[in-house]
């Protein structure tokens, strides 16, 4: 049986005994039958490392873990990608958030846009945060990432540009280049998307004083929460770590 793998936000080491947050304990113990005496995997998202551990207590929502030993810290990524994304409408957003998780990003940024159809007044940004993270979180587990991406507040593109990559890419249909035509990025890559409707022509021309160049990645128009996939797929095979 495959060992579950689960996020831990606690500093861990070997030979600590370790309680369980409830969620974590439901999963394992109500989900997924899991008995005292059966081994687990931990990663607490910021070492990069997962500790094997077993339970030592498990009854309903209530279950502690013995760290056994850990593995082998998760290299950083050659290429470090910076997704600045539109905030879509629901599932959208979600998926989307999920995918590039598991394809590899570094960071995640959701942008207020004009063309934005969700609206996120501040007092629903905090719960709209923790509702992204765990959607980042689960990513990670399913994956075997062992590093949780950034995940910044939501913000204005132009605040979100001031602090961009040198190297920006901003995917528009209308975009003269391919990426096969772009040079090799450094270490890090801005990749900029827009919501559904995309960016107006006044945030397009933000993105271009920014330093930001237009790419196009086929002759098809794609939705909001494909493109970035799509994106980042082809940036990985391209100049990051897909074999």
Known sequence: MRRPRSYLPLKLSIGDDVELPANVAHHLIQVLRMRAGQEIILFNGEDGIDYRAELTHARKRQASARILSGGEAEPLADLQIHLALGI???????????????LGVSSLSPLITARSRM???????????????????????????????QLHPPRKL?????????????LDPR???????????GKELGLLIGPESGFNDEE????????????????????????????????????GDFC
């Open 175 to 185: 975009g003269n280049r391919c990426l096969r035509q772009m040079e090799k990025p």
């Open 119 to 149: 609206k996120l007044p501040p007092e629903r940004q905090e719960k709209r945060l923790r509702h992204w993270k765990n959607i980042m979180i689960s990513a990670c587990e399913q994956s075997g990432r062992r590093r949780l991406p």
């Open 204 to 239: 397009r021309m933000l993105a271009a004083q920014a330093g930001c160049t237009e790419v196009r990645l086929g002759p098809r128009v794609l939705r909001t929460e494909t493109a970035p996939l799509a994106a980042i797929a082809a940036i990985q095979t391209l100049w």
């Open 88 to 102: 879509s409408r629901g599932e959208r957003m979600d998926l989307a958030i999920q995918k590039a998780v598991e």
């Open 158 to 170: 132009n605040d979100w540009l001031q602090k961009a990559p040198a190297y920006c890419l901003l």
